[in-house]
């Protein structure tokens, strides 16, 4: 079910986006069958959006039967209507799921944190970024990490920063299945700094408004 709506999310933004630059708008709904992904029925956990050129969503932190993959999958719709999927030779820097993903950047995109295929709660960022000249993504070289740790976070970009929030840490040492952290990661310096939400939560869902940044149930930025 949540693929399912990832790709009709999907498909909906894109539509949205590429009829404010087509010439010929596409039509209003377009409905995309993912196709496997080496040979496998993939579930994604997140995507975010490319604005730059033909826009498109990179979809990652896949699951298949097997356990979490690294493949990423970009999915574009072309003037016509029609869907159009690319397998990219880009991966995430480990399989993992339950992390989010957020567009830094008219080309550039972040996932962060999740857990791994043992389990383990991760703190790893990867940055791609899509050449619009030869519609290529790329992982680039990095090393950023989060200060901890965690899986289930929410992610917005706001100005120069992302923030992480919330999420479920390892516990112990923990005490609770919940944090209340906020990771601000300043894109100029390449620098953390932090906040805190009211409570602790997980699940965290975050977008940002007018240079707001928001999370349900309540504004912090």
């Known amino acids: 079910m949540r693929a399912q709506m990832l790709l009709l999310l999907a498909a909906t933004t894109l539509l949205a986006m590429s009829a404010s630059a087509a010439a010929t ?3 209003r709904h377009t409905s995309c069958t993912q196709p496997l992904v080496g040979g496998a029925n993939v579930s994604f956990w997140t995507s975010a959006t490319f604005s730059a050129g ?20 970009l999915l574009s719709i072309s003037a016509n209507g029609s869907c159009v999927w690319q397998q990219t030779a880009a991966a995430l820097t480990d399989p993992r799921t339950s992390g989010c ?20 709660y991760v703190g790893t960022i990867d940055i791609f970024s899509l050449d619009t000249a030869t519609g290529e993504v790329s992982r680039e070289a990095s090393s950023i990490q989060l200060p901890v ?15 992480i929030a919330g ?12 944090t ?3 990771d ?11 906040a805190k939400l009211s409570v602790e939560r997980k699940k965290v869902e975050a977008v940002t ?13």
């Not at 033909?54 to 999958?73: E, K, R, S």
């Not at 993903?101 to 383990?120: C, D, E, K, L, T």
């Not at 601000?184 to 932090?194: A, M, T, Y």
């Not at 408004?209 to 930025?221: A, E, G, H, K, T």
């Open 209 to 221: 408004v007018r240079m707001r940044w928001l999370n349900r149930p309540s504004c912090c930025f």
């Open 25 to 27: 708008p596409p039509p």
């Open 180 to 182: 209340k952290e906020i």
């Open 54 to 73: 033909n826009p498109a969503i990179l979809l990652g932190m896949g699951t298949a039967p097997a356990g979490h993959v690294p493949d990423t999958l």
């Open 167 to 178: 999420g479920k840490p390892p516990h112990p040492p923990a005490p609770i299945g919940e």
């Open 184 to 194: 601000i990661w300043h894109k100029d310096s390449g620098e953390f700094s932090g």
């Open 101 to 120: 993903a957020v567009s830094i950047g008219p080309s550039r995109i972040m996932f962060a944190g999740g857990h791994n295929n043992s389990a383990n």
């Open 149 to 163: 740790g965690r899986e289930l976070v929410g992610c917005a970009a706001v100005g120069d920063v992302v923030l």
